[in-house]
């Protein structure tokens, strides 16, 4: 398992792209919309990891619902694994919860499914797997 990226939660995707490619001194490397999600992003490289910004599309969208909550922020934090569905088999037996059990397509060519945030100290995990073409 190794970090794949970090999840920021953002109001305005175009102004804090501007902030992060100042911070970063680099441009995002992608940006897309996951319809399922309902959230836009973007990506940006930083070194072996990266870092997602998240733009609800829509007020009913789970990023909408967490900056009503939280505010902007970390979101998530994701780890990828080569073999997500024993994976998730593997945390299921030492009790952890999912939000979703079944993965399903998310952004970056990516599976991804999530471990309900009380399982890790108030963390909301996102275990990804690239998709084989």
Do not use: W
């Not at 299921?92 to 599976?111: C, T």
Request: proline fraction near 4%.
């Amino acid at each position: 398992m190794k970090l794949e990226h970090i999840g920021i939660a953002v109001k305005d995707l175009q102004q804090a792209n501007l902030c992060y490619e100042k911070l970063l001194g680099i441009a995002p490397y992608k940006m897309e919309s996951v319809t399922s999600e309902g959230v836009n992003t973007s990506f940006f490289q930083t070194g072996d990891s990266k870092l997602e910004l998240l733009e609800s599309s829509h007020f009913l969208s789970p990023i909408a619902r967490f900056i009503d909550k939280k505010g902007e922020g970390i979101h998530h934090i994701a780890f990828e694994v080569p073999d997500i569905y024993s994976e998730i088999q593997r945390l299921k037996k030492e009790g952890f919860e999912f939000i979703n059990e079944n993965p399903k397509q998310g952004a970056d060519n990516k599976l991804v499914c999530f471990v309900y945030p009380k399982n890790a100290h108030g963390v909301l995990i996102e275990l990804c797997q690239t998709i084989k073409d």
